[in-house]
Nanobody, 115 residues
Framework: QVQLVESGGGLVQVGGSLRLSCTAS????????MGWYRQAPGNQRELVARFTSGGNINYADSVKGRFTISRDNAKNTVYLQMNSLKPEDTAVYYCHLAQRVRVYWGQGTQVTVSS
């Protein structure tokens, strides 16, 4: 079993920054996909950024150049640095981990960008 604990959400003004953290614990594989998704009210959950099993990084087009994903393998933690935030970034952000054909989600953290 794997547990994902997120932190770092909150309320920020347009143009501001936030950093999200997600720490994984439990039975972790060295080969996995880990990253962030988000879901705004009335919308489907969508990919924001993730590390692939091969170590590459995928970003949603809408966040390229503004968001940066990073990881600390020693701490089993993934970060999402979000800069130049826009109102359309408002959503619940979910940490995601996929390994051994199973998918795990964090509880979600709210990010609200006010104009």
């Amino acid at each position: 079993q794997v547990q994902l604990v997120e932190s770092g959400g909150g309320l920020v003004q347009v143009g501001g920054s936030l950093r999200l953290s997600c720490t994984a614990s439990g039975s972790l594989s060295s080969i996995n996909v880990m990253g962030w998704y988000r879901q705004a009210p009335g919308n489907q959950r969508e990919l924001v950024a993730r590390f692939t099993s091969g170590g590459n990084i995928n970003y949603a087009d809408s966040v390229k150049g503004r968001f940066t994903i990073s990881r600390d393998n020693a701490k089993n933690t993934v970060y999402l640095q979000m800069n130049s935030l826009k109102p359309e970034d408002t959503a619940v952000y979910y940490c995601h981990l996929a390994q051994r054909v199973r998918v795990y989600w964090g509880q979600g953290t709210q990010v609200t960008v006010s104009s």
